[in-house]
């Protein structure tokens, strides 16, 4: 899947027994590019307003805690979840987790032009704004649609990981937005998220599903100007093995991408409790 996720809500491991030669790593050249021609980067960038938002719509929070607490935790999100943070790490992990190989074989798809046009589509499908809209329209035309078009779109959304991905950053985000409040209202803010993320754990396989189905629909809108054939050669590139492994990377980065940024915000935000901002004269 080209976007881990189209819009925040839009396995290979290969290991060389006995050999005691380092695997190879990706160069920060082709890291880079596999970032930006991936769609995470774009990504990246929506992750911190969209925590930032979640912990406005808490009242729970707001009732909690004053005008200058709240800001702290708001302060905490924008460090932790800053973009260029965030690149910066998934940069990291990427060179630690997609083999070269592999990544110059997702960049062949990537470069190619059918790969450059579903890019264009998917970073329009992602954006925030009008996302609602195109939802809905999505959703319109998906009921007209023939069922040899449906089949493609289950097909691909199984290809391309795109249940997975979306319920990786969707209990990413909700952990995070949980982390930031616990650790502002609460002296042990991980004990009350071990009950958070079991549940969310525990729900996890539905949540697979559901997004799954989302994304099916979500399909119908995005792609809309590509004809079957097209959608075949996606499918064709993403459950091939160099395919498979690559989104499977992608989702491994930012899995371990948010969770890290979701510490900082913790530790962040327990600073800021315990050195309170003089309220001066």
Known sequence: MRNVIAGLLFGVVIVSAGSAQAAPRLSSTVADEVLQKSGMVLQLAQIEPS???????????SAKVTEAQLAGVHTAIATAFATDKLVSDAKVQITETLAPDIAMQALVW??????????????????????QEREAAAAELFKRLPERRIDRYIQLAKATQAGEGGATVAIDTTLATARGIASLVSDAPDKNLDAVKAQLDANRPQLVQSMEQ???????????????????QYIAFSESPAGAAYNTALIKVMDAVMSHAAMDAGRLIAASRANPPSSGT
């Open 110 to 131: 990537l470069n190619s032009d059918l790969g450059r046009r579903i890019s264009a589509l998917e970073d329009e499908a992602g954006k925030f704004e009008g996302f």
């Open 51 to 61: 925590i930032q938002g979640g912990i406005n719509l808490n009242p729970a929070l």
């Open 214 to 232: 989302e994304f099916t629909v979500l399909f119908a809108g995005a792609y809309a100007t590509l004809d079957d054939k097209e959608i075949d």
